[in-house]
């Protein structure tokens, strides 16, 4: 079998002892194949480091919140300079005012932001604000769908019990008749329409929106006088910089965001419409770290950086030269592949490929290399992703399907 560097090896060892399982969570190395380090020391751009050592070129971007490239000068700069002066204080500080006029100003739909750490915490915090608001209890979700790590959404059932659960009603993704069974469900009691930017689940094809779908969830919240609430935690920023359904012309109710906006410090927001607003100051929300303003800092520059480099754009053209390559590579070699998601967020699964075997191999391979890509889960692009990288990732896709292929 596969093993990882003698520094990787010995901080398993270490951590086995005193981590339950050695890691825990959507990190854990052993969802990955064998050989995939659990540790890292650096990145820098698109390049991270194993605790060995080993250097690769990173189309994980840490799950999503790398978007500029890691350790980016402008971020680090602006994340220190805030830093020096303080970060967790009494309260906020002029940048909590400064990054939510940035964000209402940014998202259509948005009259005010609130800020918190974690993706899973903006994802609670629009379902607590859409039930407040309307007095209602039942929030619709996509069966299969990630919106955190919590009782009334983990994926896995473990601890949680059927009570937390109790106003769940699942529908399919862009399958309009599924969606209006489940709010014909919710009656009187509708709350919310929960949706992902596009469907990312895991292991399984990704899916853009379907523009009447988005169009139908939208009515129906407002019909049925819901919240209409977007998760652009994993997407945000990544397909545009004024929410993912802005351009299917569907503006959400209230948005959950994190991952990406503050290039890989750690903040989360959500922006929400007026008439959500007097529901958004009855909610207690808070938390000890939620006003940092070094993670504040870091979002503002985030921003600026994406905005005069046109991040979206570059990410989905590096995106699209790295999956046209694949298309290239697998028809050369007669290996069937499926590519699914926006170009920036690719997908690659292969055919026939139930128990993601060849698809693990396939990641090895690249991986041997010293390409870090992602078997089963959506990857992600950085708009540090230069051409000349993509094509190094291609000569080493290129030698991965050699080895799928029976050739190598
Ligand atoms: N929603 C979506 C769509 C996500 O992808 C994630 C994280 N993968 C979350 C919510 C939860 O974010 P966090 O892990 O920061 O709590």
């Not at 050592?53 to 840490?62: E, Q």
């Not at 990630?146 to 009570?163: D, K, M």
Request: proline share 4%.
């Amino acid at each position: 079998m596969a093993s990882t560097g003698a520094s990787d090896q010995s901080l398993r060892e270490r951590a086995s002892r005193v981590i339950p399982g050695g890691m825990y969570g959507h990190m854990r190395a052993a969802g990955l194949p064998a050989g995939y380090p659990q540790f890292f020391t650096r990145g820098e751009g698109c390049t991270i480091w194993d605790a060995d050592g080993r250097k690769y070129l990173d189309f994980m971007c840490s799950w999503g919140p790398i978007i500029l490239g890691h350790h980016h000068a402008a971020v680090d700069e602006a994340a220190r300079r805030q830093l020096e002066k303080g970060d967790c204080l009494n309260g906020p500080t002029d940048k909590l005012v400064e990054l939510a006029e940035r964000l209402v100003g940014l998202m259509p739909h948005a009259d005010w932001a609130m800020f918190s750490k974690n993706g899973t915490d903006a994802t609670t915090t629009c379902v607590t604000l859409a039930r407040g608001a309307t007095g209602k209890r039942k929030i619709l979700l996509a069966s299969g769908a990630y919106h955190g790590a919590v009782p009334w959404c983990s994926p896995y059932p473990f601890g949680v019990t059927a009570e937390d659960r109790a106003h769940a009603i699942y529908f399919k993704y862009n399958d309009v008749a599924s969606l209006e069974a489940a709010a014909a469900q919710a009656g009187n009691d509708l709350a919310g329409i929960l949706v992902s930017a596009f469907r990312h689940d895991y292991g399984l094809d990704q899916e853009l929106p379907d523009p009447a779908f988005a169009a139908r969830a939208r009515a129906l919240a407002t019909e049925k006088d819901a919240a209409l609430i977007l998760d652009d935690v994993r997407a945000g920023f990544r397909l545009s910089l004024h929410g993912s359904w802005n351009d299917l012309g569907v503006q959400p109710d209230l948005s959950a965001w994190s991952k990406a906006i503050a290039n890989g410090y750690a903040l989360a927001a959500v922006t929400g419409n007026d008439r959500f607003r007097k529901a958004a100051l009855q909610l207690y929300a808070t938390g000890s770290f939620w006003c940092g303003a070094a993670s504040m800092a870091a979002a503002l520059a985030t921003i600026d950086v994406l905005q005069a480099e046109d991040g979206p754009a570059r990410m989905r053209a590096v995106g699209q030269r790295f999956r046209d390559g694949v298309a290239a590579q697998a028809a050369k070699y007669g290996v069937g592949v499926r590519q699914s998601g926006p170009p920036q967020m690719p997908t690659i699964l292969f055919e026939g490929d139930t128990d993601h075997a060849t698809g693990s191999r396939f990641a090895f391979e690249a991986l041997k290399r010293g390409v870090y890509l992602h078997p089963k889960h959506n990857m992600f692009l950085s708009s540090a992703h230069r051409e000349a990288d993509i094509d190094f990732a291609l000569s080493v896709t290129d030698e991965a399907f050699a080895v799928i292929a029976g050739l190598r």
